[in-house]
């Protein structure tokens, strides 16, 4: 069986009880073998959620970064700093980034060659094929055969809203994105979905073609709902 990715993006959706309870009942989730799974919790509270979680089958990754290096950014987050609190993955492009704070799809991709070119590894978001930068890609990455850069498929219009993209749909998404990454010999890349993902409706988006895993929101704020789908497979 190929290896699946289930990823948790906790959005700024829980207050810092909250998301210590439900660390503290992740930490229950024995990993299979087949199974790659991780949360990634609002940033304040991350280096705490790693401390709950250091010992469990389940890493904890950014949401964002903002900068390589310490510097005068003032409210941001850099690469450094992540990496010194033992993270060693961040998600990178979420729409609700580019739609609710501005960031432009050039700032998005610049940030893209940044974290390409440091010793943490990325899940970069796109709502549409154009958005997929291919050619940054190849350029600046050096090794795929260590899941520097996986991507993630999440339609805007299926973000939260209850409506998950069809499968013929994900299908002709993922398909003609693997497409292009194979021409450009870089077809190990996983592409994940997200939008509206549930127990309900896992088990057949994790068994299309061309999926490697799924990016949940919501469902992954609540327990049961996460165990549900790590279960459906
Ligand atoms: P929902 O699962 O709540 O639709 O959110 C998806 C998402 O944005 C994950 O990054």
Not at 112 to 138: A, G, H, M, R
């Amino acid at each position: 069986m190929k290896k699946l990715h289930i990823v948790g993006n906790w959005k700024m959706s829980l207050n810092k009880q909250d998301s210590i309870d439900l660390a503290n009942k992740i930490k229950s989730i024995s990993k299979k073998e087949y199974l790659n799974i991780e949360v990634a919790p609002t940033s304040l509270y991350v280096d705490h959620i790693v401390k709950i979680l250091e010992e469990s089958d389940v890493n904890v990754i950014s949401q964002n970064f903002d900068y390589e290096n310490l510097g005068s950014y003032t409210g941001g987050v850099c690469l450094d700093q992540l990496k010194e609190i033992g993270i060693t993955k961040t998600i990178l492009g979420h729409s609700e980034r580019r739609s609710k704070f501005n960031e432009s799809d050039d700032q998005v991709n610049k940030k893209l060659e940044t974290v390409l070119n440091s010793e943490l590894d990325v899940i970069f978001c796109f709502d549409s094929y154009e958005q997929v930068p291919f050619e940054l890609i190849k350029n600046n990455l050096k090794n795929n055969d260590n899941l520097k850069l996986i991507l993630a498929y999440e339609p805007t219009w299926a973000i939260g809203t209850g409506e998950t993209a069809s499968i013929d749909h994900i299908e002709e998404i993922h398909t003609k994105v693997k497409n292009t990454l194979t021409e450009c010999s870089l077809e190990n890349i996983p592409i994940l979905y997200g939008g509206s993902v549930n127990p309900s409706n896992s088990r057949e988006i994790l068994s299309s073609a061309n999926v490697d895993g799924v990016l949940v929101g919501g469902a992954s704020t609540k327990f049961d709902q996460l165990l549900g789908i790590v279960n459906s497979i």
